[in-house]
Nanobody
């Protein structure tokens, strides 16, 4: 089992930046591919970004490419999502996710999600 706890959400204005954090426990963090997803009210959860176990590979949704950066610190068992140039349409609950294993398959994460999920943190961007 993997436990994931997100933090860093809040209310910001359009154009601002925010950094989300996700602390993981329960399994060896360096064996996990990590990702961020988001869900707006009355919409399905959607993929945002993913990072491989060693940080060597990243993958982003087109909607956030160039504005968001995913990173990880394996010494701290933490993954981050730096969000710049925030827009009102970025308003959502952001979920941290993890998948155990050494393979890197971002297309699968995008389509099917990942194995483990946090409870989410709300990001509200006012225009």
């Amino acid at each position: 089992q993997v436990q994931l706890v997100e933090s860093g959400g809040g209310l910001v204005q359009a154009g601002d930046s925010l950094r989300l954090s996700c602390a993981a426990s329960g399994r060896t963090f360096s064996h996990l591919a990590m990702g961020w997803f988001r869900q707006e009210p009355n919409k399905e959860r959607e993929f945002v970004a993913a990072i491989s176990w060693n940080g060597g590979n990243t993958f982003y949704a087109d909607s956030v490419k160039g504005r968001f950066t995913i990173s990880r610190d394996n010494a701290k068992n933490t993954v981050y999502l730096r969000m710049n140039s925030l827009k009102a349409e970025d308003t959502a609950v952001y979920y941290c996710a993890a998948e155990y294993g050494s393979s890197w398959n971002p297309e699968a994460y995008y389509t099917y999600g990942m194995d483990y999920w946090g409870k989410g943190t709300l990001v509200t961007v006012s225009s």
